[in-house]
C-alpha cells in the first residue's frame, strides 16, 4: 500500500492506496454537460506515464528527437502534445490534508476543470499538490503532481499481481449502455436519457487504433452479434474491401482456444497491471486490448429478456421483475479523441493511409461513426 506525502513538509495528502492500471477512459471528454462518475475506484490510484497537456510542433516541423523519446509517432493537425509524465490520479475522496486554491478555480460551467494548473494544496505547508477535476463532461479526480508529492510504503509485504483466474472470478462486467445525466434541458434541474455507456466508447476508441494499425488496411472482421455492432461499421468505413479479410476473434480467461486462422484477437488487459491477456503457450496474433469489463460483456453476455413477452412465451410472472435496459435511440461511435490519443502513439501512425484516416476523422465524426 502506498500513502502519497507531500514533498515539501511529508504531510500525509491520501489515504492507503493500491496501484492499478489507468482506465481506457481517463482523459476522455464526453458530450455536453454531461455529468460523469468518479474515475478511480476509492482506495487505488494509477499513474499517467504518456505526455499530455500543451502543444509543439510535430517532427516534421522540426521537432524529430521530443516526439520519438515522447512515442508519438504523427499527428492530424502538425501538432503533438505533452510534458506532462508520471502524474498520480485518485479518487476525490481519497484526499487528505489539503485544501483549495481559490485563484486557481478554473472551469466552473460545472466545476473544476484544472486548466490554470495545481487548485490543491497541501494544509499545512500551503506547496501546490494536485489538481482537482469534475467540470461537467469529465471524470471527476485529483491529479497529483509528480514534482510535488512523494510515495510512502505503508505496508512492507509486496503485493503480487493476481492470477487471472482469481481477477476473473472477482469481475464484475460494464453494461454496454447506461442512464446519462446531464444538467438543464427542457426543465430545469436534472434530467438523464440511455445512452452507449461513455466507459465502452473509449475502450473501442483504443481498441479500434490496435485493429486498424494491425490491419495493414486490409478488411477486417469481427465476430457477431455486439462485437460486430461496436466495431465492424467502422471498420468497414475506414478499411479497404480489397484483398483476403483479417479475422480477430475474442480470446482470454475461461473462453475456448480461438480458430488458428485468427490474426487478431480481443483480449482483455489486467485490471492491476494493464497487461494484456496472452495464451499460455505464446502467440503470433496481434493482442487487442479491452478493459476487463467491457471484455467481459462480449465474451460472456448477459441475457436481456423482452419488456413485453411476445405470445406464446414464458408467462410474465416467470420472468424477471425488472424490465431490460432501454436500448440507445442511435448507432454505437467511438469515441474519436481516445482513438486519436491512442493511434498516435502507435509506430505505424506516420503510415499514409493512418495519416488519411486522421485527416478525415472529423468527417467521420459527422457522419455519425465517432
Not at 510512502?152 to 492470477?163: C, F, I, K, Q, Y
Not at 468497414?236 to 473462453?255: C, M, Q
Request: aromatic content about 8%; overall charge negative; some cysteine.
Amino acid at each position: 500500500m502506498i500513502v502519497f506525502v507531500c514533498a515539501e513538509c511529508g504531510a500525509e495528502l491520501t489515504a492507503p492506496l493500491s496501484q492499478v492500471a489507468l482506465p481506457a477512459h481517463t482523459h476522455q471528454n464526453y458530450g455536453d454537460g454531461v455529468q460523469l462518475p468518479v474515475l478511480m475506484e476509492p482506495g487505488t490510484f494509477a499513474v499517467e506515464s504518456e505526455s499530455w497537456g500543451p502543444s509543439w510542433p510535430c517532427r516534421e516541423k522540426g521537432a524529430p528527437d521530443a516526439a520519438a523519446v515522447l512515442g508519438i509517432h504523427a499527428s492530424a493537425d502538425g501538432l503533438l502534445s505533452g510534458n506532462v509524465t508520471d502524474s498520480f490520479v485518485v479518487a476525490p475522496g481519497d484526499t487528505r490534508g489539503t485544501v483549495l486554491i481559490p485563484e486557481k478555480s478554473s472551469g466552473y460551467c460545472c466545476g473544476l476543470d484544472g486548466a490554470d494548473g495545481p487548485n490543491m494544496a497541501c494544509e499545512v505547508c500551503g506547496l501546490p499538490v494536485a489538481s482537482r477535476i469534475d467540470d461537467c463532461s469529465l471524470w471527476q479526480a485529483v491529479w497529483l503532481a509528480s514534482n510535488a508529492v512523494h510515495r510512502h510504503t505503508v505496508s512492507d509485504a509486496t503485493s503480487a499481481p493476481l492470477p487471472w483466474a482469481d481477477v476473473t472470478a472477482a469481475a464484475v462486467g460494464t453494461p454496454p449502455y447506461e442512464p446519462i445525466t446531464s444538467w438543464g434541458g427542457r426543465q430545469l434541474g436534472l434530467y438523464h436519457w440511455w445512452s452507449w455507456s461513455p466507459q465502452w466508447e473509449a475502450a473501442a476508441g483504443r481498441a479500434l487504433a490496435h485493429l486498424l494499425t494491425a490491419s495493414g488496411g486490409q478488411p477486417v472482421s469481427v465476430p457477431h452479434g455486439l462485437t460486430a455492432e461496436v466495431f465492424q461499421r467502422a471498420l468497414d468505413a475506414l478499411l479497404s474491401t480489397d484483398g483476403p479479410t483479417l479475422h480477430a476473434a475474442l480470446a482470454g480467461p475461461n473462453l475456448p482456444s480461438p480458430d488458428t486462422d485468427a490474426g487478431l484477437l480481443l483480449v482483455p488487459e489486467h485490471p492491476q497491471t494493464g497487461e494484456p491477456w496472452a495464451p499460455a503457450g505464446g502467440t503470433s496474433a496481434y493482442l487487442v486490448p479491452l478493459p476487463l469489463g467491457v471484455w467481459l460483456w462480449l465474451a460472456f453476455p448477459e441475457p436481456h429478456l423482452p419488456a413485453d413477452p411476445p405470445p406464446q412465451a414464458l408467462p410474465r410472472e416467470l420472468l424477471r421483475d425488472d424490465p431490460p435496459s432501454p436500448r440507445p435511440g442511435h448507432l454505437f461511435r467511438i469515441d474519436a479523441g481516445v482513438f486519436q490519443h491512442t493511434l498516435l502513439r502507435l509506430p505505424t501512425a506516420c503510415d499514409p493511409w493512418l495519416h488519411k484516416v486522421l485527416e478525415n476523422l472529423p468527417t467521420h465524426m459527422r457522419t455519425g461513426l465517432f
